[in-house]
Structure formats: structure tokens, C-alpha cells
């Protein structure tokens, strides 16, 4: 009897030995990335627009909805969550930062202000925001932390479009009224250099920066005098390439880069009476959406393979539109139709 106990239990003790033998390592749970989207949406009752934003897919309101507000931008830092927009004091609008839902003031209050984007690197916070100054001329400005820059000199009259910042230096986008002309002309500021992109012949204005290695890229649109349309222009290192000709409606908003690719998005006229999203992936044009309604894409962020689009779509001869995003081409309606609600930055993080 205790001759078979033995045997059973040396039995046990190897099928259990050989079976730990055998057992691999368990399969790496994949890390999920929150994609975040930013815009307004306007109450259909009150006519108010509120700042909202969505975390794959789910909406929170920043504001109450009891004053007007407009966002322009997302980003991420430390798993907060940053916006900036605009809001309403009931005289101007000012330009504001809201971190996990807390607004900071970055403009004075006594004048109307604009946002831009943000930008964030390492623990640092950039904002690139435009405000009026006594005589009623926009000026280009940079907050970083809490500190304020002029970009322009606040004598001419200025549009922002565009921040990044690479290392120690850092990149504004945006074009200055050219009094001779009465057009806008394409500047880069960098570390406090201002470079001209474009003469000011024609109409120009500036859509986004980015960096890939020692080479800077701005997104540029320039209207051609023969047909009052802009074209669309990617400057590289002081060179620019036509992306478009000018012969119907382009619009670009954003520029980003993926690796060695760099990125545009906008919309193009259709041959009907529509708009149809476009990206724009090393110069060459691919479209979004179809022809059959109006859409407009607002914002590009790229993380990884993942390319995530922003923007929205006009419902049907109305003036309200739908919040979308697109990733990797993929299309999600954030709101339903019932209000006016669209999309101006995205975020993957």
C-alpha cells in the first residue's frame, strides 16, 4: 500500500513539475491611447456655446453655458487635461487655460482675446493667444508658464496660426498687415527672429508649424489674384512647394508631422456645392469625406501608426454642423445633430 501511495505521489509531483516546465510568460495586455477632441457646442434653447471636450468618445463640459465661450485647442501633461479658449466677460472675450477643468486668465481682461494652440514639452506649457492692444490692433502673444511675450510689435494688424517648439527653440506662426498692400503677409518668429515668409503681395495666412530633425515646415495659404481663391503652400527651410493651385476653394487649419511624414489638413470646393475634408500627406491630396455634404477638418494629432482628425460636418441647408473625428480614417459623430457642435483640436495620448 505505501509502495503505491509513492509512485502516485512521485506521479503528481512530476506532471506538476513538467506542466511548470511548459508555461510561458503571460501575453502583454496592450497599452490603450485616449484620444481627446476639443470644440463648442451651442445650447439650442439659450443660443449659448459651451466649451466641451471628449475622451474617447465620452463629453464633459468646461463651462455653465450662462456666458459664451469658444475652444481652440487640447493637449495632455501629467494625465491633465489642458484647454484653451476663449470666454465672455460680458464686455471682451479673454483668453483662458483650463487645467482638470480650473481656469487661468492669460489675457487682460480689458480687451478682446483670441487662443491659438497649445503646446506642451517636458512639464512646460505654451499658449499662443492674439489680443488688442489701446488702439484696437491685435497683437500676437506667447504664454509660457505663467509669463507673457509679444511676438508682434502691436503696430500693425496680426492673425495667429501656428506653435511648436522643438529643444530650446520656439516656433509662432502667424501674418502681419501690410498697410502698402492692405494684405496679410506669412511670418515665423523663432527665439525672438522673425523670418518673412511671403512677400505680402497677396493675402497669406499661416496654418500650423512642424519639426522633423533640422527641417522646419509651416503650413501657408496665399490667394491668387486671378481667381481670389487660396492655394495651398508647405515653406521648408525657406522654400516653398504648391500644393495647390488656387482654381477653387481650399482651406487649410492644421500641420502635423508622423515620423519623416508631414501632414495638412483642410477642406477643398467640390465640383457641386459642398466641401470635401482633405489631408494632405507629403503633398499629395486624399480625401476624408465624400462630396454629398459640406465638411470641414479643423485639427490633426499623430501618435504611433494613429493619425486622429478633427472637425464637423454642415447638416444638410442648416448653419448647425456635427462634431466628428476621424482615426486612421476610421469616422465617429460626437454629437447628434440637435445643436451646432464642432470640433477644433485634437490630442492622442
Not at 100 to 114: D, F, R
Not at 134 to 152: F, P, Q
Not at 168 to 186: C, L, M, P, Q, R
Request: charged content about 15%.
Amino acid at each position: 500500500m505505501k509502495t503505491k501511495i509513492l509512485i502516485i505521489l512521485c506521479v503528481v509531483v512530476l506532471t506538476a513539475c513538467k506542466k511548470k516546465e511548459i508555461e510561458t510568460e503571460p501575453t502583454p495586455i496592450p497599452v490603450t491611447k485616449n484620444y481627446y477632441a476639443v470644440g463648442q457646442d451651442i445650447n439650442p434653447t439659450t443660443g449659448i456655446s459651451v466649451i466641451k471636450y471628449w475622451k474617447n468618445g465620452i463629453a464633459t463640459n468646461l463651462t455653465d453655458g450662462t456666458k459664451n465661450s469658444y475652444a481652440s485647442s487640447i493637449a495632455i501633461i501629467n494625465g491633465e487635461v489642458l484647454v484653451t479658449g476663449s470666454e465672455h466677460n460680458g464686455t471682451n472675450l479673454v483668453a483662458k487655460l483650463w487645467r482638470n477643468g480650473v481656469p487661468t486668465t492669460l489675457s487682460n481682461t480689458a480687451y478682446n482675446a483670441v487662443p491659438d494652440r497649445i503646446f506642451v514639452a517636458g512639464t512646460d506649457v505654451y499658449v499662443t493667444f492674439s489680443e488688442k492692444n489701446a488702439n484696437e490692433i491685435y497683437v500676437t502673444k506667447l504664454w509660457k508658464n505663467g509669463v507673457v511675450t509679444n511676438i508682434s510689435n502691436g503696430l500693425v494688424g496680426i492673425q495667429t496660426g501656428g506653435l511648436y517648439v522643438n529643444g530650446n527653440d520656439v516656433y509662432v506662426a502667424y501674418s502681419e498687415f501690410v498697410a502698402s498692400h492692405g494684405t496679410y503677409k506669412a511670418n515665423l518668429w523663432k527665439n525672438g527672429t522673425v523670418t518673412g515668409l511671403t512677400g505680402g503681395l497677396y493675402n497669406a495666412l499661416t496654418a500650423g508649424i512642424t519639426v522633423i530633425g533640422s527641417d522646419v515646415y509651416v503650413a501657408v495659404k496665399e490667394q491668387v489674384e486671378s481667381s481670389g481663391n487660396y492655394k495651398l503652400r508647405q515653406w521648408k527651410n525657406g522654400t516653398f512647394t504648391d500644393l495647390t493651385n488656387g482654381a477653387v476653394f481650399t482651406d487649410i487649419r492644421d500641420l502635423v508631422a508622423l515620423g519623416n511624414d508631414t501632414y495638412i489638413v483642410g477642406a477643398e470646393a467640390s465640383s457641386g456645392s459642398t466641401t470635401v475634408g482633405k489631408v494632405w500627406k507629403n503633398g499629395v491630396a486624399s480625401n476624408l469625406t465624400d462630396a454629398s455634404k459640406i465638411n470641414y477638418l479643423y485639427s490633426i494629432a499623430a501618435s504611433g501608426t494613429d493619425v486622429y482628425i478633427g472637425g464637423y460636418e454642415r447638416i444638410g441647408t442648416t448653419t448647425k454642423y456635427i462634431a466628428k473625428t476621424w482615426l486612421n480614417g476610421q469616422e465617429t459623430k460626437l454629437s447628434d445633430g440637435s445643436s451646432d457642435c464642432r470640433i477644433t483640436g485634437v490630442f492622442v495620448k
